[in-house]
């Protein structure tokens, strides 16, 4: 099960973000509006969210309020990570996903 969630701050919300994605088994989590900044204290809300079993590749919005987007995805799947689209306006994050061996573009 693949999600899309605009949670508006993971910095104040992972239990909520961690109860959602594992009580209801999401396999993928598009987030938007993390509200990551880039900086050094990211590291704790981002150790906070990511739970045992998932990892959380996210773009932060830099000299701006608001903003970032991830991908948080069992660790199970296959997500080959690529440069992000470089854009002044938004954040990105650009993957390509292996499902049954065979690569989704």
Do not use: W
């Not at 209801?24 to 045992?52: F, P, R």
């Not at 959380?56 to 799947?77: E, L, W």
């Amino acid at each position: 099960e693949c999600v899309l969630i605009n949670f508006r701050s993971t910095c104040n919300k992972t239990s909520r973000i961690n109860d959602y994605i594992v009580d209801d088994q999401i396999e993928v989590a598009l987030l938007t509006e993390t509200s990551l900044s880039g900086c050094e204290m990211d590291q704790k809300h981002i150790g906070d969210v990511t739970q045992s079993g998932y990892k959380f590749p996210h773009k932060a919005r830099t000299g701006k309020r608001g903003g970032g987007v991830g991908i948080m995805y069992r660790d199970d799947i296959r997500l080959e990570m690529h440069s992000s689209i470089k854009a002044k306006s938004y954040e990105s994050v650009h993957v390509t996903p292996t499902v049954g061996g065979s690569s989704v573009h």
